[in-house]
C-alpha cells in the first residue's frame, strides 16, 4: 500500500474510521430523533422537518411490507427524478428490510423489461410523468406502482421556476395495480423491526458493461455506510448546520451517497433542487445560505457565466466539487479567483457506491481524481500481467476498502473477471488506466473499458450499438466519443446502410431518441461504406477513436478562457 499522499492527508481527519453495522435506514430514524424540528429538506422554499419525514418513512414501509408483500431481501424499483417522495421512497424500502433498484429516469419504456427481468422487482415507486413507461408492466410483473405528484409538496408560494414535472398538479389515475402516493401513505399499519444489517444487500444499482448487458452491483448496507459517512467527513461537511445544494440526481451513486445519504446522516439540510437550472440555484444559494455543492463541470461553467452571477450570492459556500468529468483547467483557475476556492475533485464508480479518492480541500490538483480516502487502498497495475507498477507509470487502477460491491448480481463469471487478490486482500479492477505521480495523487489516462463519458453519465458503446442494429436501414454501426468543447464526450455513431436502404442523420437521431435513454442518443451519425476490421473480422473501433481524436483536433493555437 502506497503512503505518500498521508502528507498531504486533510488537516484534522482521521486515516479510516470505524464503519456502522446497521442499516442505512438507522441513519435518519437517529437524524429525527436528534434534530425533529430541523429541516431535513427546502423543496422549492417548502421546509420538510427530520419528523415529518421519518414519519412518512415509516407509514410507507408499513404499506409496503402489509399491502404490497414486500419482505425481506425483496427488490424494489425506484424510478423517480429528485423531490421529496424519491427520499422518503428509498428510506421506506430500507425500512421495510427491502432493496432499492434505481432507475435512470432517461430509460425508455422497452429498456425497463431488462432491470425488471434481471432485478425480479414486482413493487415499483414512480413519479406521475414517468408512469406512462411503466403501465405496460403493470400489473404483471408490477403488481404494485405507487405513483407520485412531486407538485404536493411545493406547499407554500414560490416564485422559483419549476420543472414541468414539478409544476404538473396530480393527475387522477386508472388502472390495475397503480396507487396514488397519499393512499399508499394513509395506511395506518406500522413496518415490523428493522432486521438487516452490515452484511445485508441494501441497494442494487445498475452499470452496464462492455458486453452492452448491464450488470447490478449489490452493495450492502456496510459498502454504503463507508461512503455515507466518508463523503461529508472528507470535506468537513459532517454537522447539523450546513446546508446542501442539492442538484445530482439521486438514481447516480454520486448524488445519492454525498447529498442524500450523506446529508441526512449528520442532521444537515437538503436544499433540493428536481431539475438543474443556474438561475434557481444561485437563488437558493443566496436565500438559504448553502454551505456546499456537489456539481458536474458543465453545471459550474453555468453558474459562472450566468448574467444572474455574482460573486456576494456565492459567499456563504465553503465547499464546491463534483466528479464524473473533469474540470477544465481555465474554468477551475476561473472559479478560484471569483470565489477564492479550489474545485475539489474526487473519483468512484457505481461498483464502489461513489467516493473512492478524492483531492485534499485544502491542496487540490486540478483535472486529478485525487488521493485515496479512508481505508482505502488503490494502486496501479499492469492490466495484463497484474504487476503492481511505480509512480508515473500508466496501468489499470485497482480498489481495495469497505466501500466496493460484494458481486455483480447473478453474474457470478463478471465477479470473478472483476476481482483479483493482492498482498491478501480483494482489489476490484475498475477498468480505468491512470497512474500515481510522486505525491500519491491519482491521475486519468484513458479507459481499459470502451466507455464515452457524456456529461458524467456513462454510456457504453456496445449497449448503443446493439440497439442502433435494430433500426431497418442500419447494416453495421461502430459507437466512439466525439469530443464536445463544453461538455467533454460526446456519442458518435459510424454506420454502414443496408445495400439499398436510405436513411439521414436526422432520421436516425429522431429514432434512436424514442429507443434508448437522451444521454445514450448519439448527437452525430456518420455514414461510411465499411468498418474497418482486424484479420479476426473483429471492428477495430479504436482506429475509428483515433482518426475522430485526430479530426478535432486544432490546427492553430487556440486562446484560452
Given at each position: ?179 396514488a402516493w397519499s393512499d399508499a401513505l394513509a395506511q395506518s399499519e406500522p413496518p415490523g423491526p428493522i432486521v ?366
Open positions: 500500500m502506497q503512503q505518500r499522499h498521508f502528507a498531504f492527508w486533510p488537516a484534522r481527519r482521521p486515516k479510516e474510521f470505524p464503519v456502522p453495522v446497521t442499516s442505512i435506514a438507522h441513519n435518519l430514524a437517529t437524524s429525527a430523533a436528534r434534530f425533529p424540528d430541523h429541516s431535513a429538506i427546502v423543496y422549492y422554499d417548502t421546509p420538510i422537518s427530520y419528523r415529518r419525514l421519518w414519519h412518512e418513512v415509516e407509514q410507507l414501509a408499513g404499506y409496503l411490507e402489509h399491502r404490497a408483500n414486500v419482505r425481506r431481501g425483496d427488490r424494489v424499483l425506484l424510478y423517480m427524478q429528485n423531490s421529496p417522495q424519491f427520499v422518503v421512497a428509498y428510506y421506506a424500502i430500507m425500512r421495510a428490510n427491502a432493496v432499492v433498484v434505481p432507475l435512470n429516469p432517461m430509460l425508455v419504456a422497452e429498456e425497463l423489461q431488462t432491470y425488471l427481468d434481471d432485478s425480479g422487482a414486482t413493487v415499483a415507486l414512480t413519479g406521475q410523468e414517468l408512469l406512462p413507461k411503466l403501465r405496460g408492466y403493470a400489473p404483471d410483473p408490477l403488481h404494485h406502482v405507487i405513483v407520485a405528484a412531486y407538485a404536493d409538496y411545493v406547499e407554500r408560494e414560490t416564485k422559483l421556476n419549476l420543472p414541468p414535472a414539478v409544476a404538473a398538479p396530480r393527475a387522477d389515475l386508472a388502472g390495475d395495480g397503480l396507487v438487516t444489517g452490515a452484511d445485508d444487500m441494501a441497494l442494487l444499482p445498475y452499470t452496464s458493461g462492455t458486453t452492452g448487458r448491464p450488470k447490478g452491483c449489490v452493495h450492502t448496507h456496510r459498502s454504503m455506510q463507508t461512503t455515507t459517512f466518508a463523503t461529508p467527513m472528507w470535506g468537513g461537511g459532517n454537522n447539523p448546520g450546513n446546508r446542501v445544494l442539492s442538484v445530482l440526481p439521486y438514481f447516480h451513486v454520486t448524488g445519492m451517497t454525498g447529498d442524500m445519504n450523506g446529508t441526512l446522516c449528520n442532521g444537515s439540510t437538503i436544499v433540493m433542487m428536481t431539475r438543474w437550472d443556474p438561475e434557481t440555484a444561485l437563488t437558493l444559494i443566496e436565500r438559504y445560505q448553502c454551505t456546499s455543492v456537489t456539481a458536474i463541470s458543465t453545471m459550474v461553467v453555468d453558474l459562472l457565466s450566468h448574467p444572474a452571477y455574482r460573486t456576494d450570492a456565492l459567499r456563504s459556500l465553503v465547499g464546491i466539487g463534483g466528479g464524473g468529468a473533469p474540470l477544465p483547467a481555465a474554468v477551475g483557475e476561473e472559479l478560484s479567483g471569483r470565489l477564492g476556492m479550489n474545485y475539489m475533485e474526487g473519483y468512484g464508480l457505481t461498483e464502489t457506491i461513489a467516493m473512492t479518492h478524492a483531492n485534499p480541500p485544502d491542496r487540490t490538483k486540478l483535472q486529478c481524481l485525487g488521493i485515496p480516502t479512508f481505508g482505502v487502498d488503490s494502486r496501479v497495475i499492469d492490466p495484463d500481467s497484474l504487476r503492481e507498477l511505480g509512480p508515473n507509470e500508466t496501468g489499470e487502477i485497482i480498489i481495495h476498502g469497505s466501500q466496493v460491491m460484494r458481486e455483480y448480481w447473478r453474474q457470478p463469471d463478471a465477479t470473478a473477471e472483476a476481482f483479483i487478490e493482492l498482498d491478501g486482500k480483494r482489489f476490484f479492477r475498475t477498468g480505468d488506466l491512470g497512474y500515481v505521480d510522486d505525491d500519491g495523487y491519482f491521475f486519468l489516462v484513458d479507459r481499459v473499458k470502451r466507455m464515452i463519458n457524456a456529461s458524467g453519465f456513462k454510456v457504453w458503446p456496445a449497449e448503443v450499438e446493439t440497439k442502433l442494429f435494430s433500426h431497418p436501414a442500419i447494416k453495421e454501426a461502430c459507437v466512439i466519443a466525439a469530443i464536445d468543447p463544453r461538455k467533454g464526450e460526446q456519442v458518435k455513431a459510424v454506420i454502414v446502410l443496408r445495400d439499398g436502404a436510405q436513411a439521414t442523420s436526422g432520421e436516425i437521431i429522431a429514432w434512436a431518441r424514442e429507443h434508448m435513454a437522451a444521454y445514450k442518443v448519439p448527437t452525430e451519425i456518420e455514414f461510411a461504406e465499411s468498418l474497418p476490421r482486424s484479420a479476426t473480422g473483429k471492428v477495430q473501433w479504436r482506429a475509428l477513436q483515433e482518426e475522430e481524436a485526430r479530426r478535432r483536433q486544432p490546427t492553430s493555437a487556440t486562446s484560452g478562457r
